[in-house]
């Protein structure tokens, strides 16, 4: 793979997490133009997710039968449209349909990527791609908190999705010109057939656990970020806009640390990999309900990189554990995905205010204690051996 092309996947990686989040910290902004209460704001992170679970599951089916890379192209090309709309939204109801707009897209670049990939690599390969994919993510979650932070100081809220906008636009230039076109990919017979694969999933207690532990990262994340960021606006810490968006740097450890996992996997396998991850994540946890900023931020740092790590880890297995019907399995992870983050945007609201952070943290241990229950009795350790090689296999770092 060619260092174009590798830049492509991380890109569509950054592309693939770049506006979910990008309003959290912008939240208390929302809330005061559009006229809503600050916990209502945090609907215009779950409309994002929402779309995105309810398209995910369809998305590979419909790359199936288009291509993979043009369907990822017009996905990027519509979610630049979105982003520039939300700029211009007139009120509260417009920016929740602008925001879902972005949701209902998404999926056509990240269930299709990791279908993309899962076709030209395999092996210790495939992994090191859905490492340095997710380590895109990583990148895109960061870029997308603080660059909108960073905008919303300066020029207003409106200002960040603009700015987001032309990240887009490069990453639209970049797949279009570096990443290549498919070479493992066969067309489905039709967009009915390739639907059909769907239905079988649901007996398939392999990728349904995975889905479950999936559903429990994201809720992990979005519930970290989202009300430790409320924590760290108030009083005694009173971090600014642009400060709450600058934590978000945290994420840059994930973007060297994640690619890493895909070796970690190869050498003490999936399942020790994640619960390691799932440790990292519980200790960054307990580091956060220390009443020091420092210390908050070190605890989201870890937190973070558990919980890309943990991505890696499940979404190539969800990829593997689909057999044939691989993109619309990876779509039903998807779903899964972001409905937990949809879950986690919202459901610790109430225990937020009514008993602070230290009981949202509470919350967030329990969902990763039961991510790590999930994963011990669906996963199995990959069985020792010389791993398959493609006829597209190529070492991924020079």
């Known amino acids: 793979m060619s260092l174009r092309a590798r830049t492509a996947v991380f890109l569509l990686g950054l592309c693939a997490l770049l506006n979910i989040y990008s309003t959290q910290p912008l939240l208390p902004d929302l809330a005061h133009d559009l006229h809503v209460p600050l916990g209502r704001s945090t609907w215009t992170i779950t409309a994002t997710t929402l779309g995105v679970a309810l398209v995910a599951p369809f998305a590979g089916s419909v790359s199936d039968r ?88 300066r020029f207003g809220w409106r200002s960040s999705f603009v700015v987001l906008a ?116 519980l200790a960054g946890l307990a580091l956060t309900l220390v009443p020091s900023t420092p210390a908050v931020i070190v605890g989201l740092a870890a937190s973070s990189t558990g919980v890309f790590s943990g991505q890696a880890c499940a979404i190539g297995y969800a990829a593997e554990a689909g057999g044939a019907a691989r993109s619309s399995a990876v779509g039903l992870y998807l779903t899964s995905y972001y409905a937990g983050g949809s879950i986690g945007a919202v459901a610790p609201a109430p225990l937020y205010t009514a008993a602070g952070w230290s009981a949202c943290a509470a919350l967030l241990a329990a969902v990763v204690g ?26 991924l770092y020079d």
Not at 77 to 82: C, R
Not at 214 to 231: D, H, K, P
Not at 255 to 279: A, C, F, K, N, S
Request: hydrophobic share 55%; net charge positive; proline share 5%.
């Open 166 to 281: 032309l990240v887009l636009l490069v990453t639209l230039a970049a797949t279009v010109a570096w990443l290549p076109r498919e070479r493992g990919f066969a067309p489905s017979d039709s967009l009915l057939a390739s639907l059909r694969g769907i239905g079988g999933h649901f007996g398939n207690a392999r990728l349904l656990g995975t889905c479950v532990i999936g559903a429990s990262i994201l809720f992990l994340q979005v519930g970290a970020f989202t009300y430790a960021g409320m924590r760290l606006k108030a009083p005694p810490f009173g971090l600014s806009t642009f400060e709450i968006g600058a934590v978000f740097a945290v994420f840059l450890v994930a973007v060297v640390v994640t690619p890493l996992t895909g070796r970690l996997i190869g050498r003490i396998g999936r399942l020790r990999t994640y619960l390691l991850v799932g440790l990292v994540s």
């Open 370 to 395: 039961v991510s790590v229950l999930v994963a011990l009795a669906v996963w199995r350790p990959a069985p020792v051996g010389r791993p398959q090689r493609h006829r597209y296999e190529e070492p």
């Open 66 to 153: 288009l291509g993979r890379k043009r369907v990822m192209v017009a996905a990027i090309a519509g979610a630049l449209a979105a982003t520039l709309a939300c700029a211009v939204a007139w009120n509260f109801a417009a920016m929740l349909v602008f925001r879902l707009a972005q949701g209902l897209l998404i999926p056509f670049v990240f269930a299709v990527a990791v279908s993309y990939l899962a076709e030209e690599y395999t092996g210790p390969v495939a992994q090191r791609a859905n490492a340095l994919y997710v380590s895109g993510t990583a990148f895109g979650g960061f870029c997308g908190r603080f660059l909108s932070g960073a905008a919303t100081e």
